[in-house]
Nanobody
Framework: VQLVESGGGLVQPGGSLRLSCAASGFTFSSLSMRWYRQARGNERELVAAISSAGGSTNYADSVKGRFTISRENAKNTVYLQMNSLKPEDSAVYYC????????????WGRGTQVTVSS
């Protein structure tokens, strides 16, 4: 299993970024996908999740109305569109998936840095 994030960078407050996560090594369309983030000194937190077919999404309260998670199963890719970015959104963003049979195994990408600063 390989998850490769891209799209991070430096953006001004109020700006937008779109993160991508390219997946390989498993049947992408069969697993839900998640975006987590971890700011320096903080624990990793769940930002958004999307079901295997894309029909169900969930968001952390801190990003509701600003972030949108989506996926293209034909391209084995999940996205995170981030609008109205705030300095507190600065973190390393990680793509994640988890197997659905025991033993449940989490797979992670290496992350992509997002910095929101003027």
């Amino acid at each position: 299993v390989q998850l490769v994030e891209s799209g991070g960078g430096l953006v001004q407050p109020g700006g937008s970024l779109r993160l991508s996560c390219a997946a390989s090594g498993f049947t992408f369309s069969s697993l839900s996908m998640r975006w987590y983030r971890q700011a320096r000194g903080n624990e990793r937190e769940l930002v958004a999740a999307i079901s295997s077919a894309g029909g169900s999404t969930n968001y952390a309260d801190s990003v509701k109305g600003r972030f949108t998670i989506s996926r293209e199963n034909a391209k084995n890719t999940v996205y995170l569109q981030m609008n109205s970015l705030k300095p507190e959104d600065s973190a390393v963003y990680y793509c994640n998936t988890r197997t659905t049979v025991k033993p449940f195994v989490d797979y992670w990408g290496r992350g992509t840095q997002v910095t929101v600063s003027s």
